[in-house]
């Protein structure tokens, strides 16, 4: 499998094998309804697996997006020879072929549908010092007494009986 450019190839899955390969062309931008909907599907993602998720865990959410949106074209053929419409992809590709045109999917369209879902967050948060201190806290929860001036027998003003 390689991707050049935007076009994608991969040894030929059809039925019969009736080439070595297939191309993938992608779309030169993520249509607005596809970045839009791989937005909806990283916060969903994230909000469902919590903080510590991997990668293989987002694509659950992400790659299906990148199947129904990204790609333009691609020369996949039926058993009886005519083309596989691209709405017809997901159910009659094997999935290493699909993870292969989600994964570059993701090379090309990952941080243009990030980017923006990055900057939103941003903005939801307000940057600069917090309310709270984040100076380091005594242990033992006790105040440090000032240190008080060093008396001296001579001054301190004691009388004998």
């Not at 009736?18 to 607005?32: C, G, K, W």
């Not at 994230?46 to 129904?68: D, H, K």
Request: proline share 10%; hydrophobic share 40%.
């Amino acid at each position: 499998m390689a991707l050049v450019g935007r076009v994608l190839t991969v040894e030929c899955p059809c039925a019969g094998t009736p080439h070595e390969a297939d191309t993938i062309t992608f779309r030169p931008v993520m249509p607005l309804a596809g970045g839009v909907a791989g937005m909806a599907a990283i916060a969903a993602g994230a909000q469902a697996l919590g903080a510590n998720f991997s990668s293989i865990q987002l694509a659950e959410y992400v790659f299906p997006v990148y199947l129904a949106h990204a790609i333009e074209a691609w020369t996949f053929t039926g058993a009886d020879g005519a083309p596989v419409p691209l709405t017809d992809g997901d159910a009659v590709l094997p999935f290493g072929v699909k993870y292969a045109i989600a994964d570059a999917a993701d090379d090309l369209f990952g941080e243009e549908i990030s980017r923006p879902l990055v900057a939103m967050i941003s903005r939801s948060y307000p940057s600069g010092p917090t309310a709270s201190s984040t100076s380091p806290n005594r242990s033992s929860g006790r105040r440090r007494r000032p240190r008080s001036a060093p008396s001296s027998p001579a001054t301190s003003g004691a009388t004998g009986p």
